[in-house]
């Protein structure tokens, strides 16, 4: 009930395309979806993030899609750039929680030149 | 500082020697969390402070783990008889208010030989 479920475990994409990461959760409470990118030796930094309220939130190259029905949500990345390759994490919070977030496993994304 | 700074960066402990992991959040942040993360996977939750007073340790994974923040700022995560299941980087996380938005720390990277 409190898993969120990643996909792809790595990605390779070429410069200028789109990447697409995925996710799954089961607890209908949470309310608060967040995207976090992670480099080597450094903590995760948010990204975008997204209420269940809207179906798509957009922020510069980087755009949350939110299916609340099918409880899925996807982090879409136009014009992938190489400074762009890094670990991807999606979370999801609430549900009485005190501001805890589960975090999915993680997608490598490497973006070739 | 700008940031939240947590220390030491990297930490060797052998097999049953007792460990303190600081984290100093960003001045008047009032939430605080410390984070778990294994190799390859993704943060999971340890504990949470709102204030000084320790709202949430239902992820801490044993009694040898024990965390404190007495004046409501700086933290201090200490695990005791260290296990090699241990052996994780350890990330505090802080937040002006109980929003989900937070910072992360750089994160202390543990191993127990």
């Known amino acids: 009930q409190q898993q969120v479920k990643q996909s792809p475990q790595s990605l390779i994409v070429q410069k200028g395309g789109i990447s697409i990461i995925n996710c799954a959760y089961e607890n209908t409470a949470f309310d608060y979806f967040p995207w976090y990118q992670q480099f080597p030796g450094k903590g995760p930094a948010l990204l975008i993030a997204?209420?269940?309220?809207?179906s798509e939130k957009k922020e510069g190259r980087f755009t949350i899609s939110f299916n609340k029905s099918a409880k899925q949500f996807s982090l879409h990345i136009m014009d992938s750039q190489p400074g762009d390759s890094a670990t991807y994490f999606c979370a999801a919070g609430g549900g009485g929680s005190q501001g805890n977030l589960i975090f999915g496993k993680g997608t490598k994304l490497s973006v070739k030149p | 500082g700008a940031g939240v700074s947590q220390s030491p960066r990297y930490k060797v402990a052998k097999r049953g020697q007792d460990v303190a992991l600081r984290c100093d959040p960003i001045s008047g942040h009032v939430s605080l969390f410390w984070y778990q993360q294994a190799l390859g996977q993704g943060p999971e939750f340890l504990t949470y402070?709102?204030?000084?007073?320790?709202?949430?340790k239902s992820g801490l994974p044993s009694d040898r783990f024990f965390a404190e923040r007495p004046e409501g700022s700086v933290s201090t995560l200490k695990i005791q008889r260290t296990q090699q299941e241990d052996s994780a980087v350890y990330l505090c996380?802080?937040?002006?208010?109980?929003?989900?938005?937070?910072?992360f720390g750089s994160g202390t990277r543990l191993t127990v030989v």
């Open positions: 402070f709102q204030n000084e007073a320790q709202l949430d």
């Open positions: 997204i209420r269940p309220d809207v």
């Open positions: 996380a802080s937040s002006p208010t109980r929003w989900y938005g937070y910072t």
